[in-house]
């Protein structure tokens, strides 16, 4: 799941008035030749953290957990070194020793996205319930969640945040609202009707304000892992019965669709396209692409990602390089979704990429049974967009969080 979900977008987001606008983004995408601030020694990637950190170490360590590669204590340590004592993540404190206060800008997919991180890497147990503890609080009345306290749910959000319930062992069906709602919920009430409407079985990231819905891809590959109640690093999952969008009202039902609906998508160019801000000219975006892949292979299985994911093995990796340890993150999940093989990527070994963005891991033994073969010389392994928001984050940064209730949870 990439978020996947920058500060910086939502920001961008807020300002343009895109309610349907994606939110997420690969973590060192924008350009970012003279960080504002120094970069800790243990994290991942040399782009400024202020509107990610948390966000793309989060991805770094499951990403690596799910490759059997253990992190080094500095790069955990770093990571729970960003949590405040109420429990919730920001984006990025420059002075982790510092009290958190109001000003400190908190938000659910920093702390969803760390919590499964803190999961993945183990040993952790009192972190995790605290970040557990405060997104619990900060849950809507819909049954959803928002990119901050006080917004209204959005698909992605409410997706990570199930995501980080289910890997501390929570149910997200007995995690409701005071209204009795619960994440899945919120979530269905974004997903488009198989019949009677375009685009069926997409969710939107969230409704515009004349509560209609438009399909938003990347909200969609967020919302198939959400339904689903798994978090960013699913297996394989099995082929349906049939690849048609029909009405339903569960939740199976709900990743079934959304997961059809990104196969139509990609069906006809093996990729989704992004339009950078501002410009009429559209792009391949790598990063909802290789989401969209993931969330296929985990709803679906692999029929339909064989020749996106071929696509993304040519064309993805120059993007990976240049946009940081998130990016190999999400073609590392990716791989794993989809039963390839992460350090065999188009000739690019993604695993050990990743690692070189930050401080070398304390163990690289693979922990999968076909890894084990590949190192007993018994068979192979096998084994989840770049927009310049630079421009308008600035601006837009303000304008979002003057909007943000004031309270801590």
Not at 48 to 69: C, E, I, K, M
Not at 209 to 223: C, E, P, Q, R
Not at 294 to 308: C, F, H, L, M, Q
Request: glycine residues 12%.
């Amino acid at each position: 799941m990439n978020i996947r979900r920058s500060a910086a977008l939502v920001a961008a987001t807020a300002v343009i008035g895109m309610a349907t606008a994606p939110a997420a983004l690969a973590d060192d995408s924008a350009p970012s030749a003279s960080p504002s601030v120094a970069i800790p020694s243990g994290l991942y990637g040399k782009a400024d953290p202020t509107y990610d950190g948390v966000w793309r170490q989060s991805l770094s360590l499951v990403a690596q957990d799910a490759v059997g590669v253990k992190p080094a204590d500095k790069a955990v340590d770093w990571l729970t070194g960003q949590q405040c004592t109420n429990g919730g993540f920001a984006a990025f404190r420059a002075e982790p020793g510092k009290e958190c206060d109001k000003k400190t800008l908190v938000d659910s997919n920093s702390t969803a996205a760390a919590v499964q991180a803190l999961v993945a890497v183990g040993g952790r147990e009192g972190e995790v319930t605290r970040g557990v503890d405060w997104l619990k609080k900060a849950q809507n009345g819909d049954g959803g969640w928002g990119y901050n306290v006080g917004m209204d749910s959005d698909a992605n959000s409410t997706a990570v945040v199930i995501g980080a319930l289910v890997a501390a062992g929570e149910k997200p069906a007995d995690v409701k609202s005071g209204r009795g709602k619960t994440g899945q919920d919120a979530l269905a009430a974004l997903a488009l009707p198989c019949s009677g409407a375009k685009d069926g079985g997409a969710l939107a990231y969230q409704p515009d304000k004349k509560g209609k819905l438009a399909a938003n891809a990347d909200a969609t590959a967020a919302g198939v892992l959400g339904a689903l109640g798994t978090g960013m690093a699913p297996g394989k999952g099995k082929a349906p019965d049939s690849y048609v969008c029909k009405d339903g009202r569960t939740a199976g039902d709900l990743a079934h669709n959304a997961a059809v609906y990104l196969q139509g998508q990609l069906s006809t160019r093996l990729y989704l396209k992004a339009v950078t801000p501002g410009s009429t000219k559209s792009q391949p975006d790598y990063g909802n692409t290789a989401d969209a892949v993931t969330s296929i292979a985990a709803a679906e299985g692999v029929k339909y990602t064989k020749d996106p994911y071929a696509w993304l093995e040519k064309n993805a990796g120059d993007w990976a390089e240049q946009s940081g340890p998130a990016a190999y993150a999400q073609l590392i999940f990716a791989a794993h979704a989809t039963g390839n093989d992460p350090r065999d990527f188009g000739g690019t070994d993604l695993v050990k990429a990743l690692n070189a963005t930050g401080p070398a891991p304390s163990s690289t033994k693979a922990a999968t049974a076909d890894e084990k073969k590949k190192d007993d010389g018994d068979g192979g392994i096998s084994v989840w967009y770049v927009v310049a928001v630079a421009a308008v984050a600035g601006i837009g940064i303000g304008f979002l969080f003057s909007g943000r209730k004031k309270q801590q949870l």
